[in-house]
């Protein structure tokens, strides 16, 4: 299971909003700057996350970006459904009808909310606080 690219980089762009966290409001490119993302990436991913109720903006003087809640309240989960959407391995869960051909005699499709509850708790065990700090 790999996250994509874009997940990858809402993460990134969270912890490099975090490390601002109590400081003036920043930038969609100043946080392109400090990340290394292209600022289309940023202004992309930032619309989503502030869609998500993660990020705030705010235009005119003083305006800028921030986080809406302390990184400590924001999980991992938080960020990737964000990006995402709902946290599921497989498919055939989804609200859209699977193109699955086993579907119909499946004997493990029960058994997927309780992998998918599994792997979203164990992103929500990690805060952005962690992911923000750096490493040695």
Known sequence: MRLSSMADYA????????????????????????????VPTVQKLVSKLTA???????????????LARPPAAITLADIVEAVEGPIA???????????????????????????????RGALAQVALTQLAEEVE
């Open 89 to 119: 391995l497989t498919a055939c869960l989804g609200e859209n009808k699977s193109d699955c051909t086993l579907e119909a005699g499946c004997n493990v499709r029960g058994h997927w909310p309780m992998v998918n509850a599994a792997l």
């Open 11 to 38: 993460v990134v762009i969270m912890a490099a909003a975090a490390r601002h966290c109590g400081g003036v409001r920043v930038s969609a490119s100043q946080l392109a700057e400090e990340t290394g993302l292209p």
């Open 52 to 66: 998500a109720g993660l990020m705030r903006s705010s235009r005119g003087v003083g305006g800028g970006l921030k």
